[in-house]
């Protein structure tokens, strides 16, 4: 047996990606032709088909350029794949970022923010302000007593003791 040929049949994906077909026998026919099979690169400027460099993620400007190269379908060209990806990565990206600061913030909302410290501070003041008032007001309530000799003693005997 000759060494690099494989023996029994075809591997499925071996058919599937065109194993024996090159890409080059279907240059000069349609996109969709060429499509067919997966490894193949559809250039739009000179209606070649050529084999995708695999060893490349994007095809090089020397082979097509990314405006005319086709892979996959025939109405997607590479240049608007990227962009579209680049759009569509970035939004997720924003997405996340968003999502992480709103988490952070309300985190940091557990405490009381702003306007509740100011409103619990008015509060006290309030509540200061108004025993001051009500000492005031018992402090001259009892002046009126002591004037009047309605005020209430400690000891209410002791003026007698004396006598």
């Given at each position: 047996m000759a060494p690099g040929v494989a023996r029994g049949p075809m591997p499925y994906w071996t058919l599937r990606l065109g194993g024996a077909a090159p890409c080059s026998q279907n240059t000069n026919k349609t996109c969709e032709e060429c499509l067919k099979n997966v490894s193949c690169l559809w250039?739009?400027?000179?209606?070649?088909c050529l084999d995708y460099p695999v060893t490349s993620v994007l095809p090089p400007a020397s082979l097509c350029k990314l405006s005319s190269a086709r892979w996959g379908v025939c109405w997607v060209n590479f240049e608007a794949l990227i962009i579209t990806m680049s759009v569509v990565g970035g939004t997720l990206l924003l997405g996340i970022a968003i999502c992480c600061c709103c988490?952070?913030?309300r985190k940091r909302s557990r405490k009381p923010d702003r306007s509740e410290e100011k409103a619990m501070r008015e509060?006290?003041?309030?509540?200061?302000?108004?025993?001051?008032?009500r000492a005031e007001m018992k402090t001259r309530h009892d002046e009126i007593r002591k004037?009047?000799?309605l005020f209430k003693e400690e000891?209410?005997?002791a003026r007698f003791e004396n006598n």
């Open positions: 250039c739009n400027t000179n209606k070649a988490c952070c913030r509060r006290e003041e309030r509540r200061i302000r108004q025993e001051e008032r004037k009047y000799g000891n209410p005997y």
